[in-house]
């Protein structure tokens, strides 16, 4: 944890009241308003010539990343990985989204067919579109180099492993500005160094235990090896979340810098690994959850993929800042003055859900989202951000009245409650109590056509 202002004032001169205190060599009136700024990182603590080595080895220690921050990928399509800084998420919030990659053997005959699929991926999820993260080329032949550059000029991340150092080498040489990870299976800290030193590159370093992670971690420490990605290269359900824990823990609690990298996981390594796809999806949850930094998935199983992309995007948000869009009317469908009129809050997955099953049922109407923080309705209701007040200055802010002929207004109904306190603030519309659940929206919407649009055609 980084030092406050009056811990590092406390070993200034002017904390120890030396003669040398508030002597203003550093730029700053007092030593204090010095500390302040050495604290809020607006200075450098070589600006005073008084401070001891304690301090200076406090600071450093204070001052470590916890875990490093690794980029690799083309410059207009990097992966970040690592530069965690807490174990959980309502500690603050998780940085860097975990890279979801896929497996591809440079042999397999497949590999046209498979490699065009994960290129074209794309899906959107609450206003969100996600595509994948990276590839991993694995060295089976003669044309890896061929499907390497095929993966690079494409503009997809590229993690290449390889245990022929010669094929790396002459790979990376022709791989100048894709900046690939690369991960040398021999894990000859040396050599690893040498790629890293002469390419520019992250690298893997792997180990089949903890201890021995850390050991060859070290060991490329001393190489001068920086750009880090660990690996354990054994896994087994019963102890990942252990081991990946422990890893987490050394890295952000006792900032042990030789596990203080992002780590890799592939699903290959499971000693439980089979083909069956909810098995891939138990193994990859495992990993985002705890505590893998890139997970790299043997195959290429979309249901699998939106699966994971969807607990990522979870766990990754901002726990104190809700995905949330704009408050105001969507248009959903042809509307016209005889549309319904729905309101919602401004949370963005009631929102992309209740509007997907509005498109659902093929009736066309307008859906009223209303400023609530970017809570759902019962939650928003709760802390009074969804109220007959809210509701309806967002119907005169938007101007609801000039998009219909009708008066009728339809409420979630989960806050049925709300109906006389909202026919109270707009006297001149009917509240009519929709669905509970958005899965029941098409069902109420057909019965609201049925009973209220056609009696007005």
Known sequence: MKLTGLQIFKYLPGGKKEPEANCKKCGFPTCMAFAMKLAKEE??????????????????EAS????????FGPPYRQVKVGNETVMFRHDKKFVNPVCLAV????????????FLKIKNYSVERVGETFILDSIALFDRDETFEQ?????????IPLILVSNNFENLQKILGSLKDSRPLVYFENNETQKIAGLQKEFKVPVIVSGNSVEKLANNSSAALDNKTQDIVLNLNKLSLKNVVQDLTYIRRAAIEDKFKPLGFPVIAFQKDFDENSTDPINHGIIGSVLICKYSNIVVLDDFNEAVIYA?????????TDPEKPLQIE?????????DKNSPVIVTTNFALTYFTVAGEIESSGISSYLVVTPSDGMSVLTAWSADKFNGEIIAKAFKEY???????????IIPGHVSGLKDEIEEEMPEWQVIIGANEAVDIVEFLRRYRDKHLNLQA
């Open 103 to 114: 497996k591809l053997e440079s042999s397999d005959s497949d590999f046209s067919q498979k």
């Open 399 to 409: 101007g609801v009245a000039d998009l219909v002929d009708h008066r009728k207004l």
């Open 308 to 316: 994971l992309i969807t607990l990522r995007q979870n766990i990754f």
């Open 147 to 155: 499907k390497a550059k095929q993966v690079s000029q494409a503009g």
């Open 64 to 71: 470590r990343v916890q875990q490093r921050e690794i980029t």
């Open 327 to 335: 408050p105001k009317v969507y248009p959903i469908g042809e509307v």
């Open 43 to 60: 200075t450098t603590i070589d600006k005073c010539g008084y401070v001891s080595d304690e301090l200076k080895t406090l600071f450093e």
